[in-house]
């Protein structure tokens, strides 16, 4: 295939930009019952993916395959243990390997389900699995038994899914953290499955900018009816968590591209351009350094979108 498109590399980013803890060893899927049918799978080590299930008459649609085979394993064992149904299909909320590896773990007769840039880029395995190696603390035996599983449905902009008295549904609102963002939302319990589009207290425009992040961000806002929302790496959120992603990114947005316009170097507008006060943590939060990494991230990707550099 074409080369022309690339995953993300390492040398991508700022020195000072702290890598994802995706390592799942000894990580427990916990099952929790979000609805009648609906179910989410939260993972026991903070960071590491979570995933979940949704159970219809004729069969269980799951989100997400996680890093690796034996927690792909780990995954259909807690399908085994609310229902007996095939898994018909498997959603894959975006192309990175966290999500995707596991899918050879799955049946073959389980339809793989991908926006069409996730399909594009799950391709790119082995640079993928390069990108993934720090995450998990450098193990490669993590990765043993996968192998690349492309997706049966490949979709642009919404699926409709009937599982049989109860209807999933499959939407992509723009790219955000990832090119191929993908929603699962289950309508009559108003959960949705978010990926990497969530989690914290705001968004990391990995492999976009703050004003394409809010142009998605809105679009998700006005078109379902959430109540609660299921990252991949947090835990899980209200819909409240949306407006505050709406008054992060516009407020980036706007001193970004007056950075900009002003003709601040890029270095002046990170120093210029700080987490306010709403979106940062106590000094003595653990976190709070790695939250300032991931501003300067958005603050810089969002300047050299609107730089053109």
Same mark, same amino acid.
């Given at each position: 295939?074409?080369?022309?498109?690339?995953?993300?590399?390492?040398?991508?980013?700022?020195?000072?930009?702290?890598?994802?803890?995706?390592?799942?060893?000894?990580?427990?899927?916990?099952?929790?019952?979000?609805?009648?049918?609906?179910?989410?799978?939260?993972?026991?080590?903070?960071?590491?993916?979570?995933?979940?299930? *949704? =159970?219809?008459? &004729?069969?269980?649609?799951?989100?997400?395959?996680?890093?690796?085979?034996? $927690? !792909?394993?780990? %995954?259909?064992?807690?399908?085994?243990?609310?229902?007996?149904?095939?898994?018909?299909?498997?959603?894959?909320?975006?192309?990175?390997?966290?999500?995707?590896?596991?899918?050879?773990?799955?049946?073959?007769?389980?339809? *793989? =389900?991908?926006? &069409?840039?996730?399909?594009?880029?799950?391709?790119?395995?082995?640079?993928? $699995? !390069?990108?993934? %190696?720090?995450?998990?603390?450098?193990?490669?035996?993590?990765?043993?038994?996968?192998?690349?599983?492309?997706?049966?449905?490949?979709?642009?902009?919404?699926?409709?899914?009937?599982?049989?008295?109860?209807?999933?549904? *499959?939407?992509?609102?723009?790219?955000?953290?990832?090119?191929?963002?993908?929603?699962?939302?289950?309508?009559?319990?108003?959960?949705?499955?978010?990926?990497?589009?969530?989690?914290?207290?705001?968004?990391?425009?990995?492999?976009?900018?703050?004003?394409?992040?809010?142009?998605?961000?809105?679009?998700?806002?006005?078109?379902?009816?959430?109540?609660?929302?299921?990252?991949?790496?947090?835990?899980?959120?209200?819909?409240?968590?949306?407006?505050?992603?709406?008054?992060?990114?516009?407020?980036?947005?706007?001193?970004?591209?007056?950075?900009?316009?002003?003709?601040?170097?890029?270095?002046?507008?990170?120093?210029?351009?700080?987490?306010?006060?709403?979106?940062?943590?106590?000094?003595?939060?653990?976190?709070?350094?790695?939250?300032?990494?991931?501003?300067?991230?958005?603050?810089?990707?969002?300047?050299?979108?609107?730089?053109?550099?």
């Amino acid at each position: 295939m074409s080369r022309n498109k690339k995953v993300l590399e390492w040398a991508d980013f700022p020195a000072d930009f702290v890598k994802f803890k995706l390592n799942p060893t000894r990580a427990h899927l916990e099952t929790k019952e979000l609805a009648p049918g609906v179910y989410a799978l939260l993972s026991s080590i903070p960071g590491v993916d979570n995933a979940g299930f *949704v =159970v219809g008459d &004729r069969g269980v649609l799951v989100i997400d395959a996680h890093i690796s085979v034996p $927690m !792909a394993r780990q %995954i259909q064992e807690r399908v085994r243990e609310v229902t007996d149904k095939p898994i018909v299909y498997l959603v894959n909320s975006n192309y990175h390997g966290d999500h995707t590896f596991g899918n050879c773990a799955f049946p073959p007769e389980t339809l *793989v =389900v991908q926006h &069409r840039r996730t399909a594009e880029l799950v391709p790119y395995m082995d640079e993928e $699995m !390069a990108f993934m %190696i720090p995450c998990v603390d450098g193990d490669s035996k993590i990765f043993e038994g996968v192998e690349l599983r492309l997706p049966d449905i490949v979709f642009a902009d919404w699926l409709r899914l009937d599982l049989g008295g109860r209807i999933v549904e *499959v939407h992509h609102f723009g790219p955000a953290n990832t090119p191929g963002d993908t929603i699962t939302y289950v309508p009559e319990a108003k959960v949705a499955w978010t990926g990497n589009m969530t989690g914290g207290i705001f968004g990391l425009a990995l492999e976009s900018n703050a004003a394409t992040f809010l142009a998605t961000v809105s679009r998700f806002v006005n078109a379902l009816d959430v109540e609660t929302l299921v990252p991949a790496h947090m835990p899980l959120a209200g819909a409240d968590l949306l407006g505050r992603y709406l008054l992060y990114f516009t407020e980036v947005t706007i001193a970004v591209r007056a950075a900009v316009a002003a003709g601040w170097p890029l270095e002046e507008t990170l120093e210029k351009v700080p987490q306010s006060e709403m979106f940062s943590l106590p000094a003595d939060d653990p976190r709070a350094g790695f939250m300032r990494g991931r501003h300067r991230y958005n603050v810089q990707k969002t300047y050299l979108a609107f730089s053109g550099k």
